[in-house]
């Protein structure tokens, strides 16, 4: 599977972006996909994630819950990442990566990664 995040941009504070992570392969649906993010210097963070197949199950870190939202369009081979009431501190890097087998908040159990897509959100 190859990902490729896109939908960076820059924007104000309280405004909106939404990211997007288009995969190939015929398969990916069977993956599970999260969203990360990584500030220089820093560990990658868990941002979000959502299951296999339909995506009924999604998981938030706690920073992001009520505010950005993860969703995916199998027809499209897409997940989102619908971030609103941006705030700078979500300035970074996000990255998005798919698990063939479980649904996890450890970056370490994620198989691919695709490039990160930079936000910068100014005060």
């Known amino acids: 599977v190859q990902l490729q995040a896109s939908g960076g941009g820059l924007v104000q504070a309280g405004g909106s972006l939404r990211l997007s992570c288009a995969a190939s392969?015929?398969?990916?649906?069977?993956?599970?996909v999260g969203w990360f993010r990584q500030a220089p210097g820093k560990e990658r963070e868990f941002v979000a994630t959502?299951?296999?197949?339909?995506?009924?199950?999604?998981y938030y870190a706690d920073s992001v819950k009520g505010r950005f939202t993860i969703s995916r369009d199998n027809a499209k081979n897409t997940v989102y990442l619908q971030m609103t009431s941006l705030k700078p501190e979500d300035t970074t890097v996000y990255y998005c990566?798919?698990?063939?087998?479980?649904?996890?908040?450890?970056?370490?159990?994620?198989?691919?990664w695709g490039q990160g897509t930079l936000v910068t959100v100014s005060s």
């Open positions: 959502i299951s296999k197949w339909s995506g009924s199950g999604t």
């Open positions: 392969g015929r398969t990916f649906s069977s993956y599970v």
């Open positions: 990566a798919a698990s063939a087998v479980l649904i996890t908040r450890r970056p370490e159990e994620y198989d691919y």
